[in-house]
């Protein structure tokens, strides 16, 4: 089965600073997607960025950006120029579908604090 | 463009009665899903609905249930509540059922079994 780890339950950063957040997954299949959610204190998720397992280069949004590291099975986000709105639980997401279905599975999250 | 709605907000009910949540997707999406959300853990997926059908299950017991409408709204039901029921339960929507397209998410309802 999937699994997704994200090893810092809580992070912090200074506003106008970097942070990366990290998530490594195991998996034995080769095509899937990898997501990052936003989960502000409001609740309503957000998707934040998504990387093909196929695609070598590393997906960027804006501030954004992920390294996506296949063969190590690491996916880690990084937010530059950090953001007071940039506060909340961020969660790494693997969907991948097989012949018994779709897998869907959610690491346990991040709080990340942005300090003024 | 309205997003995901979900209702309740709140629902507060007392072990061994059932709940019955509701989602509303974007209009034109034809997938639903379902995740429980538990204090201090990440999304456990429930459920997906696609075009009326269940398309996939997540390790819960049956009486985890729910079903698609015609117009593509859904409704979770928890039969026989226990208390770890008490979570936060999400309902996402994506346009179609590839395993690439991003899921909406609403703003989930909260249970709490007393």
């Known amino acids: 089965a999937q699994t997704v780890t994200q090893s810092q339950p809580e992070m912090s950063v200074q506003e106008a600073e970097t942070v990366t957040l990290s998530c490594t997954y195991d998996?034995?299949?080769?095509?899937?997607?990898l997501f990052w959610y936003k989960q502000p204190p409001s609740r309503q998720m957000i998707l934040v960025i998504r990387q093909e397992a196929y695609k070598q280069q590393n997906a960027t949004e804006n501030r954004f950006s992920v390294n996506f590291q296949k063969a190590a099975k690491s996916f880690s986000l990084k937010i530059s120029d950090s953001q007071l709105g940039d506060a909340a639980m961020y969660f790494c997401a693997y969907r991948s579908e097989d012949n018994y279905g779709q897998n869907f599975v959610f690491g346990p999250g991040t709080r990340l604090s942005v300090l003024p | 463009e309205a997003g995901v709605t979900q209702s309740p907000t709140h629902l507060i009910k007392t072990r061994g009665q059932q709940a019955t949540l509701r989602c509303s997707p974007i209009?034109?999406?034809?997938?639903v899903y379902w995740y429980q959300q538990a204090l201090g853990l990440g999304l456990q997926f429930l459920l997906w609905y696609d075009e009326g059908e269940e398309r996939n299950r997540g390790n819960f017991p049956p009486r985890f249930s729910g079903r698609q409408f015609p117009n593509y709204s859904s409704e979770l039901n928890v039969n026989a509540l226990e208390l770890e029921d008490s979570a936060l339960y999400l309902c996402?929507?994506?346009?179609?059922?590839?395993?690439?397209?991003?899921?909406?998410f609403g703003p989930g309802t909260r249970l709490t079994v007393l």
């Open positions: 209009s034109g999406h034809t997938s």
């Open positions: 998996t034995s299949e080769s095509d899937y997607y």
């Open positions: 996402a929507s994506s346009l179609g059922d590839r395993f690439y397209n991003e899921q909406f």
